[in-house]
C-alpha cells in the first residue's frame, strides 16, 4: 500500500506532492553521489516548509505524514523509476507509525503552543537527519502557535538548514502569522466526498457497508468523525442526544434543561480524558522525581508537579471545549437539513436518521427561522471561542433556537 492511499479524495494534492517527493530524492541521491546540487527546474517543485489548509476532517495531517513518508523512503525500487512512498520500506512504515527518528510530529492537546516548545523544534531543525534523507517536522496545529511561539518559529522558516523540512498544517491561511505562510508552500485539501469516506472506513477499518455509509453522510466527509461514530457507542448516543435538542425548547425550562445538560455532557467527556491519562501522567511523574513508597515527593520537586497540573488543567480545558464544539457542529447539521427540505432542495441529507423530526421541525417553521436559529449557534461557537462563560453561552443559543 502507498503512502498516499490514505488521503481521501485528494488527488490533486496527491500529485503535487508525488512530484515534489520526486524531485526531492533525486536531490539527495545527486548530492549523495557527487556532490551536485539538483537542477533549477527540479528546486522549483521541492521547498523547504509546506502549508496544509483545509476544513476539519479534510485529512491535512494525514497528508502531511505521507509527504514526510515519501521523502524519507528507501525503497530500491526508486532507481528503476519508482515513485517515492511505497509504503512498505522500513522509512515509510516508521514514518507512517511516528518512530522514525528524523521526522517530528508536534500536536498539542492544550488550548496553544508556546515559545519554550517552539524553541526546541528549531533547535531541532538545525541538526542533520540522523539516518534519514531528511529532518522533517510535522506541525499539525500551527494555527494554535501563540504570537511569541509563531515569532520564534519565522525566523527558522526564513533560514532553513539545507535538509530540514517544516510541514505545517492549519484549517486556513488566516490562522497562520502572514510572515509565516508567504514563506511556505500551500496546498489547500478539499472536504472529501460521502462516497469516498466511506470507501475509506469499508477498505481500512472494516466498517460494514451500511454503518460506513450512514456515518459518512452524518458527518459530511469528516473522516475521523466518521470513524469515531462507527466505532464509538457513546459518541452515537451523544450526537443522538443532541439531534434532539431542537424538540427539547419549547419552554423556558426546556431550553435552560437543555443547555445545562450538554455543558454536562462536554465536562464528562473532558473527565474521562483526564482519567485515562492524568492518573498516569502523574504516577509516572512522580517515579521519576523519586517519590518515596508512602507517595512523599523530594524537597524542591513541587514546581514539576505544579507545571504537570497545570498542564492538565489547560488540556481539560480544551478538551471539554472541543466536545462542546462538536455537539454545536451536529446542530447546525440538523437545522442546514431541516433548511433544505423547506426550500425543496434535493441535496442529500445529513441526518436522515431522524427524518420525523427534520420534518417536523421544518413544518413548524419557517426558512426565515432555520436561518435564525443556524446564525444563534454560530454566534455561540464564536462566543465560546472567545471564552464567554459556557453556559451563558449555551443558554443564549437555546433561548434563540426556542424563539426561532
Not at 310 to 335: E, M, N, V, W
Request: glycine share 8%; with cysteine.
Amino acid at each position: 500500500m502507498a503512502v498516499w492511499d490514505d488521503m481521501v479524495g485528494q488527488e490533486r494534492v496527491q500529485a503535487q506532492l508525488s512530484a515534489a517527493a520526486r524531485d526531492a530524492d533525486a536531490r539527495v541521491t545527486a548530492e549523495a553521489q557527487d556532490g551536485t546540487p539538483e537542477s533549477a527546474a527540479t528546486a522549483s517543485k521541492m521547498t523547504h516548509a509546506w502549508l496544509f489548509t483545509g476544513p476539519p476532517g479534510s485529512g491535512r495531517a494525514t497528508a502531511a505524514r505521507a509527504f514526510a513518508a515519501a521523502l524519507q523512503c528507501t525503497s530500491p525500487d526508486r532507481a528503476l523509476g519508482g515513485v517515492p512512498g511505497c509504503g512498505f520500506c522500513d522509512s515509510c512504515h516508521t514514518t507512517l507509525v511516528g518512530t522514525h527518528a528524523d521526522v517530528q510530529v508536534i500536536r498539542t492537546d492544550l488550548l496553544s503552543i508556546g515559545v519554550g516548545q517552539t524553541r526546541d523544534l528549531v533547535r531541532r531543525a538545525q541538526l542533520s537527519p540522523a539516518g534519514g534523507r531528511w529532518q522533517v517536522i510535522i506541525m499539525e496545529d500551527a494555527d494554535r502557535l501563540t504570537e511569541g511561539a509563531g515569532n520564534v518559529l519565522l525566523k527558522a522558516v526564513e533560514e532553513p538548514a539545507p535538509r530540514t523540512v517544516w510541514l505545517l498544517c492549519a484549517p486556513s491561511l488566516e490562522d497562520v502569522l502572514p510572515t509565516i505562510r508567504s514563506r511556505c508552500r500551500h496546498l489547500t485539501l478539499r472536504t472529501p466526498s460521502v462516497a469516498a469516506v466511506a470507501d475509506v472506513l469499508m477498505r481500512r477499518d472494516g466498517i460494514e457497508p451500511g454503518v460506513a455509509a450512514s456515518v459518512a453522510r452524518a458527518t459530511q466527509g469528516h473522516i475521523g468523525r466518521a470513524r469515531r461514530l462507527a466505532t464509538d457507542e457513546r459518541a452515537r448516543a451523544r450526537r443522538a442526544a443532541v439531534l434532539k435538542m431542537p424538540l427539547r425548547v419549547d419552554d423556558i425550562g426546556g431550553c435552560l434543561k437543555a443547555a445545562q445538560e450538554l455543558i454536562d455532557a462536554a465536562a464528562e467527556d473532558a473527565n474521562q480524558v483526564a482519567e485515562e491519562i492524568d492518573v498516569k501522567e502523574t504516577e509516572d511523574l512522580k517515579a521519576a522525581l523519586g517519590a518515596s513508597a508512602g507517595g512523599r515527593m523530594p524537597r524542591g520537586t513541587a514546581g514539576a508537579m505544579k507545571e504537570l497540573e497545570d498542564k492538565q488543567k489547560r488540556r481539560k480545558t480544551r478538551t471539554q471545549r472541543d466536545s462542546l464544539d462538536l455537539a454545536l457542529s451536529d446542530l447546525t447539521g440538523f437545522y442546514r437539513d431541516v433548511l433544505a427540505l423547506q426550500l425543496g432542495s434535493t441535496v442529500e441529507l445529513a441526518n436522515n436518521d431522524v427524518r420525523e423530526s427534520l420534518d417536523r421541525i421544518a413544518r413548524a417553521s419557517t426558512p426565515e427561522s432555520t436561518l435564525r436559529r443556524i446564525e444563534a449557534v454560530v454566534e455561540c461557537r464564536q462566543a465560546l471561542e472567545s471564552n464567554v462563560a459556557q453556559l451563558l453561552a449555551v443558554e443564549a443559543m437555546t433561548m434563540a433556537l426556542r424563539a426561532g
